[in-house]
């Protein structure tokens, strides 16, 4: 048995006017339950340390780089990281990082316990467009404030395993933990901030978004034999709603634990990397099974 114990960190809303000093409190204290649970890894959400701002308009760039970190950690997120060293907790979250050179990016980071940054993934599939659009019923601006990620989807061995990370939209691609599952990865750690309706299709509302979101995430737990964490980031942020329903999943695809509620929540969940192994064995053991010859088109267009 190679046990993580794992703490998903779902997160509340946060919203427009808060900032990065009001909201690491919150990831302090689900930290310091995450300890009081005997965690040896924590993940958040996606872009966690502000609200969501690709659903608001901007023009102005000075203002568009306010939402952007610059160096991590930096000086707000520096408490964050002394908690999580002191408790020997490894940390996933995501942030909005603007490179040395002018690059912007929706990141997010991997620590190993003594909070060394040990992986950094940038997300790939970014949904939404780039230009103001009176059509949707709001705005989400992911195009228009970054670019796709230049990373791919690596993994890395941590903690006595092989982790990777994916980033919200990434988790309803299979080229993800495909990409991931052929490096043998045993857990998938990502955060979203979904909207609870469709901008475009007013009756996809929350109950739809959340089976698509168990879909998928089961899928890709399932199909590569791999532990995924999938944490939200819940609630209504200035009037608008994400979904919540965190989750961990286990390489059979079954659901080990699922949040209940849209606040500050954490699940905690004893995830055996060993039970990878049988999966990886037999019914997707890519090298055995594969056939690869009839899959060119995945990557031709
Ligand atoms: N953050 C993020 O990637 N959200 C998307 C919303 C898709 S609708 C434009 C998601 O896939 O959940």
């Not at 659903?55 to 908690?83: C, G, H, I, K, S």
């Not at 040990?118 to 992911?142: C, I, M, N, W």
């Not at 659901?255 to 849209?262: L, Q, S």
């Amino acid at each position: 048995m190679r046990v993580i114990t794992v703490a998903a960190a779902q997160m509340g809303p946060i919203q427009r006017a808060e900032s990065r000093q009001a909201v690491i409190p919150r990831m302090i204290a689900l930290l310091d339950e995450a300890k009081a649970r005997g965690a040896d890894l924590i993940v958040y959400p996606e872009l966690a340390l502000t609200t969501f701002f690709p659903r608001w308009y901007m023009e102005d760039q000075a203002e568009v780089d306010a939402w952007f970190e610059r160096e991590m950690p930096n000086a707000a997120t520096m408490p964050l990281f002394a908690r999580a060293a002191e408790y020997q907790i490894a940390m996933s979250f995501g942030y909005a990082e603007r490179t040395p050179d002018g690059h912007h990016f929706n990141t997010c980071i991997l620590t190993d316990k003594s909070g060394k940054i040990v992986g950094k993934y940038r997300k790939t599939h970014l949904p939404g467009h780039s230009e103001f659009d009176p059509e949707r019923a709001f705005q989400h601006l992911e195009k228009r404030y970054f670019e796709p990620g230049d990373t791919g989807f690596p993994v890395w061995r941590n903690l006595g395993g092989i982790f990777g990370m994916a980033i919200c939209n990434d988790r309803r691609w299979p080229e993800t933990y495909r990409v991931m599952g052929l490096q043998g990865v045993e857990m998938v750690v990502l955060g979203y901030n979904t909207p609870s309706v469709n901008s475009q299709k007013s009756e996809e509302g929350p109950e739809k978004r959340l089976f698509h979101n168990r879909l998928s995430v089961q899928a890709g737990a399932y199909q590569n034999a791999t532990w995924v964490v999938a944490v939200a980031k819940a609630g209504v942020e200035d009037g608008f709603p994400l979904i919540g329903g965190s989750l961990i999943v286990d390489p059979n695809g079954e659901i080990v634990a699922e949040a209940k509620t849209e606040d500050d929540e954490l699940l905690v969940h004893p995830c055996d990397l060993d039970a990878t192994v049988f999966g990886k064995k037999t019914i997707f053991d890519f090298a055995r099974h594969r056939r690869i010859e009839h899959y060119g088109l995945i990557t031709s267009r």
